[in-house]
């Protein structure tokens, strides 16, 4: 039994995919740069404590200040604070905004008359554990598109309209299409909150699209990945991914064969989708201009503004997908600030990547954060401090990097 694992084992690396083979996408950072450091310390009755124990809350840090020059070109320098590339931090939601772009790239290259943002899509259940999107209504079948997907996705961080959005591209075109633009170490191999295996996140669900006239424009059968993919941060072995995420060791996930998504490649893919022209070619999304400006609508979305009546304020408040700035608290936002990002929170860890622009004050800057709220070892059922850790480290560091460029003298 022990060799036949460690044949299939064998056979898992071959599928690991172009690590090797891809140049990887560089940012140059000044790591653990005295900038960070020093804004930090700057409050030390807020940070300290986080400082004090940095490692044990995992936290990442990316600062970037953006300078415009005479021509209103950008110009950008980057900081970190934390990155750890053999540190593995659980992505959650974070990868749902590759998941955006490289549906767009889709749909612009299948080029079907007919087959747009509003073009009514229905999700099929194929098998395993594929269920039907939309679900009938009083007998009938009823339809979504790519663009309600889209907004539910990023509006809400809605994870149903990811799986269908994974769905459509399929776990190998996804993964396969970030290898080639520079992002040899991204896995995006599962939907999000389902119960399905490995091996079923695998096969994607058929997928059609129909006009008006319920005529089908596009069908996309069942597809399968014939290779198998899982997080090469874990390439020892299964015994090795036996994660600390979980605090309840009877419950404890198994992190092989899910999503990974280093913070400093998504800020790059938020980077490259803003201001396309700072990346190089091969790194950059292929869409189209209108394509874009739908995605950073989306980007800096309110909950109320998604799908009109859909989403009760109350549990949806306007910074719901805001944890850097205001912790997803519902206090009254600043209408002059814009923030174009995207969050995850999962296995108490929170992540947000974000450009945040304010033109009354002349700010313009971009910033990423994640940390873990460890909480008290499992023992409530909720046993992680999003409340009390992690919501209030997140808004304070959004606060003191957008005084810092309010207070900053451009170049």
């Known amino acids: 039994m022990k060799f036949l694992l460690r044949v299939l084992f064998f056979l898992c690396l071959l599928s690991l995919g172009p690590v090797s083979a891809q140049a990887r996408n560089e940012i140059k950072f000044q790591k653990d740069s005295h900038v960070i450091v020093k804004l930090l310390k700057s409050k030390p009755d807020i940070f300290k404590p986080y400082l004090d124990h940095a490692r044990k809350y995992k936290i990442r840090i990316i600062y970037t200040q953006i300078d415009r020059d005479a021509k209103n070109q950008p110009h950008f320098k980057h900081h970190s604070f934390g990155l750890n590339r053999s540190s593995y931090l659980y992505p959650a939601s974070v990868v749902k905004l590759p998941t955006a772009a490289l549906t767009l790239e889709k749909m612009r290259k299948l080029n079907i008359p007919g087959l747009d943002l509003n073009t009514n899509m229905r999700t099929e259940a194929g098998s395993g554990c594929?269920?039907?999107?939309?679900?009938?209504?009083?007998?009938?079948?009823?339809?979504?598109?790519?663009?309600?997907?889209?907004?539910?996705?990023?509006?809400?961080?809605?994870?149903?309209?990811?799986?269908?959005?994974?769905?459509?591209?399929?776990?190998?075109?996804?993964?396969?299409?970030?290898?080639?633009?520079?992002?040899?170490?991204?896995?995006?191999?599962?939907?999000?909150?389902?119960?399905?295996?490995?091996?079923?996140?695998?096969?994607?669900?058929?997928?059609?699209?129909?006009?008006?006239?319920?005529?089908?424009?596009?069908?996309?059968?069942?597809?399968?990945?014939?290779?198998?993919?899982?997080?090469?941060?874990?390439?020892?072995?299964?015994?090795?991914?036996?994660?600390?995420?979980?605090?309840?060791?009877?419950?404890?996930?198994?992190?092989?064969?899910?999503?990974?998504?280093?913070?400093?490649?998504?800020?790059?893919?938020?980077?490259?989708?803003?201001?396309?022209?700072?990346?190089?070619?091969?790194?950059?999304?292929?869409?189209?201009?209108?394509d874009r400006e739908f995605l950073m609508n989306l980007l800096s979305m309110k909950p109320r503004d998604c799908l009109g009546s859909e989403y009760d304020p109350k549990e949806y408040p306007d910074s719901y997908c805001n944890y850097l700035l205001y912790g997803q608290d519902d206090a009254p936002q600043d209408e002059a600030v814009k923030?174009?990002?995207?969050?995850?929170?999962?296995?108490?860890?929170?992540?947000?990547?974000?450009?945040?622009?304010?033109?009354?004050?002349?700010?313009?800057?971009?910033?990423?954060?994640?940390?873990?709220?460890?909480?008290?070892?499992?023992?409530?059922?909720?046993?992680?401090?999003?409340?009390?850790?992690?919501?209030?480290f997140m808004k304070e560091l959004g606060r003191l990097f957008y005084e810092h460029e309010r207070a900053r003298r451009k170049n």
């Open 130 to 290: 594929q269920t039907q999107d939309p679900q009938p209504q009083n007998g009938l079948r009823t339809f979504s598109s790519l663009g309600s997907h889209l907004r539910r996705m990023l509006g809400v961080s809605d994870d149903n309209a990811y799986n269908r959005l994974y769905e459509f591209l399929g776990q190998a075109k996804i993964n396969d299409r970030l290898w080639a633009m520079g992002y040899p170490d991204v896995r995006i191999l599962t939907r999000l909150e389902t119960s399905c295996s490995p091996a079923e996140h695998r096969i994607t669900n058929p997928v059609i699209f129909v006009d008006t006239d319920s005529r089908v424009i596009y069908s996309q059968p069942l597809v399968k990945n014939p290779r198998i993919f899982f997080n090469p941060l874990f390439a020892h072995g299964p015994k090795d991914a036996a994660h600390q995420f979980q605090k309840n060791k009877k419950k404890r996930r198994n992190f092989v064969f899910s999503n990974l998504l280093f913070l400093e490649d998504a800020h790059l893919m938020l980077q490259s989708l803003i201001f396309p022209e700072s990346v190089p070619v091969k790194a950059r999304f292929k869409i189209t201009r209108e």
């Open 339 to 392: 923030i174009y990002n995207v969050v995850g929170m999962a296995y108490g860890l929170m992540h947000d990547a974000a450009y945040i622009t304010d033109e009354k004050n002349g700010v313009e800057f971009m910033l990423s954060a994640s940390i873990y709220t460890s909480g008290n070892g499992g023992k409530d059922e909720d046993p992680y401090e999003y409340a009390l850790v992690g919501k209030p």
